[in-house]
Structure formats: C-alpha cells, structure tokens
C-alpha cells in the first residue's frame, strides 16, 4: 500500500485582471497537498486514482453513492478560478482537469519556475500509478508515497498538449 498524495497546479492570475482585495484569487504555481489516500501499489490505475479523486473513498467500489469527495469539490474550485490563456470554452475549462507529474529533473531547480508533464492519455487509461511515477515523477520526501498533480484543462496549451501561457505552437492552432 502507497498514499498517493494530490497536488494542483495553476499559472498566476494576471493582477490586472483580478487581485485579492477585489475579488480574491488564488496565487497560482504548485500547491500544497489537497489531499491523499492510500491506494494499491500493484493495481491502481490511472483511471482508478482519478475515480478515487472525484468520489472518495469509494470511488473504486462506487460505495459513495455518486456524491463528490471534498478533495475533488476543491480541485474544481481551483479549475474554475485559474486563468483561461487559451480561451477553452467555459464549460470545458471549468470541470475538467488532466493529470500530471513534477519531473525528475525539478528536484534541484526551483519549483516556481518548474511546469508539470501532462500523463499521455494512453497511460491514463490503464497505466499502474505507482510504477509510472516512481520511474518519472520527483523524489518524495515519504517514501511511501507517491505525488500526482491535476491541471485545469485551461492550463493545457491546444496546440502543444502541454501546460503552457500561449506558446507558438498554441497560437498558430488558434489561428
């Protein structure tokens, strides 16, 4: 068993467009843990965590009755208040989010600079979690954990498929 611990990552809000004393915002980069539970080291999939996400603890099992978790009524709270840099239509924008890792290589460098890799769709369908991030994802501080990060769909570039502000490659898709 593994505790798998969700993460959320946002760009910053633009304070021209929205500031805290006004209308509040949230500040944007990496969060804090939203929360974790424990999942199976040798079957959970991708698919599963994210059921486990949106449902609690029986998300597996589908024991909850259909009612959302806490953790995941926070996630779309983030989903809808993140920017929108790539003008996906709101509802899109504002329910849905990709899952997503914090590279090996951020271990050393400085995090607020860093953006998470999105997990290939065909990984989310039926990949083992702990297995993909262990190889892929940063060192956590718990060993017997592992991190996974949501990201708005809004933070997901159209061209590119990565988290991006509006690359070039966005640009030109939108055009």
């Not at 809000?13 to 500031?19: K, Y």
Request: proline share 4%; aromatic share 6%.
């Amino acid at each position: 068993m593994v505790m798998l611990e969700v993460r959320a990552f946002t760009f910053d809000n633009d304070v021209t467009q929205e500031h805290a004393y006004l209308v509040g915002c949230i500040p944007g980069g990496l969060s804090d843990v939203l929360g974790s539970f424990v999942i199976d080291e040798r079957t959970t999939t991708f698919e599963r965590a994210r059921g486990r996400i949106e449902l609690g603890g029986g998300g597996e099992r589908g024991l909850s009755g259909g009612r959302r978790s806490v953790l995941f009524r926070e996630l779309l709270y983030v989903c809808e208040s993140a920017p929108n840099p790539h003008g996906w239509a709101t509802r899109v924008s504002r329910s849905s989010y990709r899952l997503g890792y914090m590279a090996k290589d951020c271990d050393d460098a400085d995090t607020d600079s860093v953006l998470p890799t999105l997990i290939p769709l065909e990984e989310e369908a039926d990949g083992n979690v702990v297995s993909f991030l262990r190889k892929h994802a940063r060192r956590n501080t718990n060993v017997h954990a592992v991190e996974i990060v949501c990201i708005p769909l809004s933070q997901v570039g159209p061209g590119c498929k990565k988290c991006c502000k509006g690359c070039s490659i966005c640009t030109k898709a939108r055009l």
